[in-house]
């Protein structure tokens, strides 16, 4: 059978393949000190939990989920208005599974082929998948570490930006740690309208950011509804990564429109996830304070560590990332991975898995306990591998 010419845009996933490489060094008797996929090793709160079991005892709770629940929106508008100061109407919202599930939602109801969607570089590489699925022509926009990995929208050149149907932009960012400036939503917001560009603001991480900062919602800025919509999950604020609880928020023309998309592909939100969700927003936002703080604490132990072996590694400044130049001796993201994996167990993941300009970088997760990581770094202090290193 031929398949789709698609499927030749998809390589085998860098997870699967740094999963592969873990297992055989597993089986040597190593230790591993998994720092590769942003999966949190925290619990959902036990009300969260609750909220789910006790749903699945409802009549109708297994029964197709047609529509969200008015109970979930309010919760989402409550929600955005006590966390964001942003005000949210209800049919300006519609969950998803996930928010990689939603950007192909959007990119497939928005574009047609070879509309131009510009992704940040490095980014998530669902980013790019969600183009590739609806055979968008993608343009990238490089974050550079003069700018602190910030979006240059000056620096886009106004043939591409005229051209562009879409811009994802993502703050706090995967996998580079920035976080965004002041100003800068409100330079978005009259930049799309200068070229008419639809925003999809992802805001995976504004419950995780760093020395005493405050995650904001794309949302919040005057204009933001005009121009485009904003990606909202619970994942990472939560730890329910493998639910896939997540909202598209916004611009309601952009939401109405992968709503009716999404009619087409799948049946809503399975209910009890839905009375999980409106748990978890409606909870008083200590839980998440108190988990940034662990983060951040992980965050201190980890880059001050790799200073003093004298891998020059900046503080992320929010996500659960820490983006890593590559130390003195090394240019290839990947070989240098494995090399690390194979002489001190400790997986992170290679700069170029997220774009062209991830070359020269690797990312860690912050996703192992404090100990960990400064055994971690003790293993690296004693493998020789970074020549400028002292034993620890």
């Known amino acids: 059978m031929k398949f789709a010419s698609r499927l030749d845009r998809f390589g085998k996933e860098i997870f699967t393949l740094l999963d592969e490489k873990k297992l055989a060094v597993e089986r040597t008797g190593k230790k591993i000190y998994n720092m ?27 029964k197709y989920p047609l529509y969200d629940l008015p109970e979930l929106l309010d919760a989402v508008c409550a929600y955005y208005d006590r966390r964001f100061s942003a005000s949210i109407k209800k049919e300006e919202i519609t969950s998803v599974c996930g928010t990689q599930t ?23 590489p669902g980013f790019e998948a969600a183009a590739y699925m609806a055979d968008a022509a993608i343009s990238y926009y490089p974050l550079l570490r003069e700018n602190a990995f910030l979006p240059d929208l000056a620096g886009i050149d106004e043939a591409t930006a005229k051209a562009a149907k879409l811009i994802i932009i993502n703050l706090p960012s995967n996998p580079v740690g920035a976080v965004a400036r002041e100003g800068i939503y409100e330079e978005l917001i009259a930049w799309a309208k200068e070229y008419d560009v639809c925003v999809i603001h992802d805001n995976a991480y504004s419950d995780i950011i760093y020395d005493g900062n405050t995650g904001a919602s794309f949302l919040s800025f005057p204009g933001a509804k ?39 592909v799948d049946f809503g939100m399975f209910i009890p996830l839905q009375r999980a969700a409106i748990a978890a927003l409606s909870a008083d936002g200590d839980d998440t304070k108190r988990q940034c703080a662990v983060y951040e604490e992980r965050r201190d132990i980890l880059c001050a560590g790799l200073r003093e072996l004298g891998w020059d590694v900046p503080d992320s400044g929010g996500s659960m990332f820490v983006w890593a130049p590559l130390p003195d001796g090394f240019s290839d993201s990947m070989a ?11 997986l992170c993941a290679p700069g170029a898995s997220f774009g062209p300009h991830g070359e020269g970088y690797v990312r860690f997760a912050l996703v192992i306990d404090k100990e960990e990581i400064k055994a971690a770094l003790a293993g690296i202090a004693n493998s020789g591998l970074l020549q400028k290193c002292r034993i620890i």
């Open 102 to 124: 939603g950007l192909g939602y959007v990119c497939l109801a928005l574009c047609d082929p070879q509309d131009v969607v510009l992704l940040p570089d490095p980014c998530y």
């Open 36 to 62: 590769s996929i942003g999966t949190p090793d925290f619990e959902p709160p036990g009300y969260v939990k609750e909220a789910l079991k006790s749903a699945a005892d409802e009549p109708d709770a297994w």
């Open 336 to 346: 240098f991975c494995l090399a690390l994996l194979e002489k001190t167990g400790v």
């Open 226 to 264: 005009e121009v485009g919509a904003e990606f909202f999950s619970l994942s990472k604020s939560f730890n329910v990564t493998g639910a896939r609880i997540g909202f598209l928020i916004g611009r309601k023309d952009v939401v109405d429109a992968v709503r009716m998309f999404r009619e087409h």
